[in-house]
C-alpha cells in the first residue's frame, strides 16, 4: 500500500478534541497535515493540543457548532491560521432529550437539527469557498449506523438528522465531484467514547435498559459481536483523505461490524 503523505494539507476538524475526531485528527497529523480543532470546552481543546504536541501542525478554537456563527468562524479561524482549508470533518454531533416521538420535545428536534444536520451544512458551505480555489478538496461527514436504520426507540430525532447528513453528504459529491472535492460519509457502529459514556446510560434508561445492555445490545447486533473502535474509523478516514480514497466520492460507508447489513 501506497504510503499516505497529508504533507502540505490542512484538516478542519469539528468536534476534534476528543473521541472520534480527535483519532481522525491524530492520524492526519501522523500523516503530515496541519490540524485545526474545534469544541466548546477550551479546557478539552488545550488538552489536546498539549498531548498531540504539534503546535506549529495543530491549533483549537472553541465554539459550538450548533450555532452558525461559531461554524463559520471556526473554518474562517483556520484559513486564518494555515493559509487554506483541504479537509473538513463534520464530526461534532448529537441530541439530547430521547424519548417516544409523541413526547419528543422541539427542543430536542431542534437541537440535533442544528448540531448534526445544520452544522454540516455551514461548514461545508464555508470550506468549498476555500477548497475551490485548487479544485481540491475532501469533506467527510461523520454519520453513524443509525443513519443507515430506525431500529432504535426515543431516538427518532438523531435518527432522522443522521439520515439527512447521508443526503447532503451525496448532493455535496453530485455538485463538485468535477472540481477534484469529495464527500464522503462514515457511518461508525457503536465506539465507546465521552458521547456513549455520558449519553448512553440516559438513553439506556429511557428504553428500560442498564448501561451494559445498552453496550451489550449494540455489541449483539454486529457481526463482529462487539463495539467497533476510534482506530477502525480514523482509519477508513486517512483513506478517503489520502489519494487512494480520490476516486470514492459520494458514499456512505459503514464501519458497524456488520451491524446494518
Ligand atoms: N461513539 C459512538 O458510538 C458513535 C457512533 C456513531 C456515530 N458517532 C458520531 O461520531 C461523532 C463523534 O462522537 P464521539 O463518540 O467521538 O463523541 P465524544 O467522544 O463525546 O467527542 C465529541 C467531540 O466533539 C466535541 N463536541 C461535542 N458537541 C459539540 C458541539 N456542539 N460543538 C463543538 N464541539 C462539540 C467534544 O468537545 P466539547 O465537549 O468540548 O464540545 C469532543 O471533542 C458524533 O457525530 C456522533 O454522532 C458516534
Redesign the pocket.
Not at 469539528?14 to 480527535?22: K, L
Given at each position: 500500500m501506497n504510503n499516505i503523505d497529508l504533507n502540505g494539507k490542512v484538516a478542519a476538524i469539528?468536534?476534534?478534541?476528543?473521541?472520534?475526531?480527535?483519532g481522525i485528527a491524530e492520524a492526519f497529523l501522523s500523516a503530515g497535515a496541519s490540524i485545526s480543532l474545534?469544541?466548546?470546552?477550551a479546557e478539552?481543546g488545550e488538552a489536546a493540543l498539549n498531548e498531540m504536541g504539534a503546535p506549529e501542525r495543530t491549533a483549537f478554537f472553541s465554539?459550538?457548532?450548533?450555532h452558525q456563527q461559531d461554524v463559520e468562524a471556526f473554518v474562517a479561524q483556520t484559513i486564518e491560521r494555515f493559509g487554506q482549508i483541504d479537509i473538513l470533518v463534520n464530526?461534532?454531533?448529537?441530541s439530547s432529550g430521547f424519548a417516544l416521538i409523541e413526547d419528543l420535545s422541539d427542543d430536542a428536534w431542534q437541537e440535533a437539527a442544528a448540531?448534526?444536520l445544520h452544522s454540516c451544512f455551514w461548514a461545508t458551505r464555508a470550506a468549498l469557498k476555500d477548497m475551490r480555489k485548487r479544485n481540491w478538496g475532501r469533506i467527510i461527514n461523520?454519520s453513524?449506523?443509525e443513519g443507515r436504520q430506525a431500529n432504535k426507540a426515543t431516538a427518532s430525532h438523531y435518527i432522522t438528522f443522521k439520515h439527512a447528513m447521508n443526503g447532503f453528504t451525496k448532493a455535496v459529491a453530485f455538485e463538485y465531484g468535477e472540481m477534484g472535492i469529495t464527500s464522503n460519509a462514515i457511518s461508525?457502529?457503536?465506539?465507546e467514547?465521552?458521547?456513549?459514556i455520558?449519553t448512553g446510560p440516559v438513553a439506556a434508561e429511557s428504553m428500560g435498559l442498564t448501561y451494559e445492555q445498552f453496550k451489550d445490545n449494540y455489541a449483539q447486533e454486529a457481526a463482529i459481536k462487539r463495539l467497533n473502535t476510534v482506530e477502525e474509523v480514523s482509519g477508513l478516514a486517512l483513506y478517503l483523505v489520502s489519494d487512494m480514497g480520490a476516486g470514492v466520492t459520494g458514499a456512505i460507508m459503514p464501519v458497524d461490524g456488520g451491524t446494518a447489513l
Open positions: 469539528t468536534g476534534g478534541t476528543r473521541g472520534i475526531g480527535r474545534n469544541g466548546r470546552s478539552k465554539g459550538d457548532v450548533k464530526n461534532a454531533g448529537g448540531w448534526i461523520i453513524s449506523v461508525p457502529g457503536a465506539v467514547t465521552d458521547l456513549m455520558e
